[in-house]
């Protein structure tokens, strides 16, 4: 049973436009989610995180919206850069426990 | 600079036999992760462990185990390695934080690409 799902296993976005990345969640007591992003060869890295008391969190060129009722969060980059292609990790726990149920992933390519 | 490692990065071994994966943090963190990336499946987590002496299973633990005898390793060790185990290791630590958003945030290691013929 996929608690986080990410439907879309790939996005294509051109440079200085704004990609969205998409995720949905299944069970009601997350609430925190965090997005990670990877690069082939590594290990992912955390890129922003927000609590379910917020809808919004912004950090430079990336925001993550909330959107509770809809069991629904989005990832902004805007403008989107060369160097943001990478495979992108949604993620949800329950704060104060460490454990972390991560989504599929979407491999965003950003095109010169 | 605090750093987590996994080794070997890459490693094929045969159907049956015993695989030990290593993961060292210096970080000094508590809690210790593994995990299996496949595609379509994303990040499963296989064991997990929350300091010293105490180790739990994943979603995903069946066929794998972890110990802990120290701070800084949680070794995973395969007792018959199978080909459904072929995947991408990651290696995962991370602290308690206080506070009101408890972000925890993970920091992940490079990963043990292994492959079971």
């Known amino acids: 049973d996929q608690q986080v799902k990410q439907n879309s296993p790939s996005l294509s976005v051109q440079e200085g436009r704004i990609s969205i990345l998409n995720c949905d969640y299944t069970?009601?007591?997350?609430?925190?989610f965090l997005w990670y992003k990877k690069y082939p060869a590594e290990g992912p890295t955390f890129l922003i995180s927000?609590?379910?008391?917020?809808d919004k969190n912004e950090d430079g060129r990336f925001t993550v919206f909330l959107n509770k009722s809809a069991k629904h969060l989005s990832l902004h980059i805007v403008p989107s850069q060369p160097g943001d292609s990478a495979v992108y990790f949604c993620a949800a726990k329950i704060r104060g426990y460490q454990k972390v149920t991560f989504g599929t992933g979407t491999k965003l390519q950003v095109i010169p | 600079d605090a750093e987590i490692t996994q080794s070997p990065r890459h490693k094929i071994t045969e159907t049956g036999r015993q695989v030990t994966l290593a993961c060292h943090q210096t970080w000094n963190h508590n809690n210790m992760f593994w995990y299996r990336q496949d595609l379509g499946h994303g990040l499963r987590l296989i064991h997990y462990s929350y300091g010293v002496q105490d180790t739990n299973k994943g979603e995903v633990s069946d066929g794998y185990s972890v110990s802990r005898s120290n701070t800084e390793d949680l070794p995973l060790t395969l007792e018959s390695a199978a080909s459904s185990q072929t995947s991408v290791y990651f290696c995962?630590?991370?602290?308690?934080?206080?506070?009101?958003?408890?972000?925890?945030?993970?920091?992940f290691g490079p990963g043990t690409r292994l492959t079971v013929l």
């Open positions: 927000i609590s379910s008391i917020k």
């Open positions: 069970n009601s007591m997350f609430d925190y």
């Open positions: 995962a630590s991370s602290e308690w934080t206080s506070g009101r958003d408890f972000t925890d945030t993970q920091y």
